[in-house]
């Protein structure tokens, strides 16, 4: 949908639209903080270097490989690198939403697993609660809190959507609670909300800040972190890996992956994973007066509950980010930084004014995109290579900032030859379906956005939206 397709939009919308961004920097709010930017590590050279364990990718995943790897065992040498700066991809990027769910949601959990949902439910809560232990343990200072997300409804169809999403929580034994037009309003104040779910069990956080805050936590721990060092590939030896990078290598006895969208690394992830672009805005901090127009004052994270959603919070000092909705693939599946400023930021600064039209004049600072690896179920893909002595997650669909702590795990026991629960997890054990080569993958990328956003239209489920449920596969938009 366009945004003159909304259904509120301010008659002035345009020039509100262009004067809210004017000024906004295309950079990412969270990295954009030199003060708080710690200065980089030095990049790996040489090729002497040695490791028990070499962590793939500096963000959440690969720095919560490295902790729990340390954790298990403290005199395991690792090493981490990471081929631009800590958080430099999605880590560092996204909206801080801290869910429990390993699987996308309650209602994909059922969907995929429903004999072993409520395993996976209790291990969401278990990796939730050891992620807020860590972020305790090792005094890291990333504002995580636990305000609650509110599922907000928009139209009719959404009230009926929150609604059963509401009946599928309480079955399952989540303490969510439906509010009517008024309460969703008195919690946060919007002309276009008529009702809402808020679920008490969801946080929030600053991610860089978590990021650097795990890195320095794992370096606490003994681990060596190079930044500036892309891997280009892997040689097999007789008890080793031999870890090529640009600059030297280190020959590793066991090897993680947590490269998130970038497949390169490791051929067989492009067949799992696609690379989806999503979108950010940050405001200026609200005066006092603006404030008290949007109430917000529990600061829960906020979602809509259409196929296309919004996602957005206040963060601590006041500002609102504004994220999601309009998610570009680009053919076939390239990464470039060219695509992290689009159009897609002028259609989410008219979104925000039609939620919030008592915001206009609102200054946007900040405007950035980043790449979520996207699969065919909304989960991640786990699995070996190289004789076993390289394990890989990746594949969290936009929703990895605490399911990355337990996709680390998940590798861990996979490399060290673990028979565990997780490892015993069909989630595990099974590959979510491969997206077809190209150009057939970006066509079917493109019917399905098409299809959903119909879907959010009319309330029509099409064909293709009904051929794809029963295969088993889904596009997250
Ligand atoms: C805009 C946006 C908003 C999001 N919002 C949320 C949210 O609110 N809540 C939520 O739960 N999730 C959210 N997500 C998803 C979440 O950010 C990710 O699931 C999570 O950060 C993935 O972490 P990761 O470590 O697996 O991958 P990444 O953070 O992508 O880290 C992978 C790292 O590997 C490095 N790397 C890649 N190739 C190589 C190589 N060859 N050699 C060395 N290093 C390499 C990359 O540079 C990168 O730093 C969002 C994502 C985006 C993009």
Redo the contacts with the bound molecule.
């Keep these: 949908m366009r945004w003159w397709m909304m259904p509120v939009m301010p008659s002035s919308a345009p020039a509100a639209v262009r004067a809210a961004l004017a000024d906004a920097v295309p950079d990412v709010y969270w990295t954009d903080r030199p003060a708080l930017r710690p200065t980089p590590r030095p990049a790996l050279t040489g090729s002497g270097h040695r490791a028990d364990l070499v962590v793939?990718?500096?963000?959440?995943?690969?720095l919560w490989a490295a902790i729990q790897a340390k954790e298990d065992d403290p005199t395991r040498d690792v090493v981490v690198?990471?081929?631009?700066r800590l958080?430099?991809?999605?880590?560092g990027?996204?909206?801080?939403?801290?869910?429990p769910s390993l699987t996308h949601g309650l209602a994909q959990g059922l969907a995929c697993w429903p004999d072993e949902v409520g395993t996976l439910e209790r291990l969401g809560a278990e990796n939730f609660a050891g992620l807020v232990e860590s972020v305790k343990t090792y005094g890291i200072d990333a504002d995580l809190h636990v305000p609650g997300e509110l599922t907000m409804a928009l139209d009719e169809r959404q009230v009926g959507t929150v609604r059963e999403a509401y009946d599928l929580h309480r079955a399952h034994g989540v303490p969510v609670s439906l509010l009517d037009a008024g309460e969703a309003r008195a919690r946060v104040d919007s002309p276009r909300y008529l009702g809402g779910m808020l679920d008490p069990t969801v946080g929030l956080v600053d991610?860089a800040r978590l990021v650097w805050g795990l890195a320095a936590a794992a370096e606490g721990l003994g681990v060596r972190i190079h930044e500036d060092?892309?891997?280009?590939g892997f040689d097999e030896e007789t008890s080793r890996v031999r870890v090529r990078t640009e600059w030297g290598s280190v020959r590793g006895r066991r090897v993680v992956v947590?490269?998130?969208?970038?497949r390169?690394?490791l051929k067989r992830l492009a067949w799992y994973t696609l690379p989806v672009y999503?979108h950010?805005l940050m405001t200026e901090p609200l005066t006092a007066e603006q404030l008290a127009s949007v109430g917000w004052e529990g600061r829960e994270g906020l979602t809509d509950a259409g196929n296309q959603f919004h996602?957005y919070r206040r963060t601590l000092d006041d500002r609102v980010l504004f994220?999601g909705y309009d998610a570009n693939y680009h053919f076939p599946g390239r990464i470039d930084a060219r695509y992290e400023q689009s159009a897609s930021h002028d259609l989410l600064a008219a979104h925000f004014l039609a939620i919030f039209p008592q915001l206009e004049g609102i200054r946007i600072t900040h405007r950035w995109?980043?790449?979520?690896?996207t699969t065919s179920r909304f989960t991640p893909v786990f699995g070996t290579a190289l004789a076993g002595r390289l394990a890989y997650a990746?594949g969290?669909t936009?929703?990895?900032?605490?399911?990355?702590r337990f996709?680390a795990r998940v590798a861990l026991d996979l490399v060290d030859r673990r028979d565990t629960e997780v490892t015993r997890l069909g989630m595990v054990r099974r590959k979510p379906l491969p997206f077809p080569p190209e150009p057939l993958r970006g066509l079917g990328v493109k019917v399905t956005r098409a299809s959903l956003a119909a879907e959010d239209r009319t309330g029509r489920r099409n064909l293709w939206l009904k051929a794809m449920d029963a295969v088993g596969i889904g596009f997250d938009s």
């Excluded at 793939?56 to 690969?62: E, L, P, R, S, Y």
């Excluded at 958080?87 to 880590?91: F, I």
């Design positions: 793939v990718g500096g963000g959440f995943t690969g690198l990471e081929r631009g958080g430099v991809a999605a880590s990027r996204n909206g801080g939403f801290v869910s991610p060092t892309a891997v280009t947590g490269t998130g969208a970038f390169g690394v999503d950010v996602y994220g995109a980043g790449v979520i690896d990746v969290y936009g929703l990895g900032v605490a399911s990355t996709g």
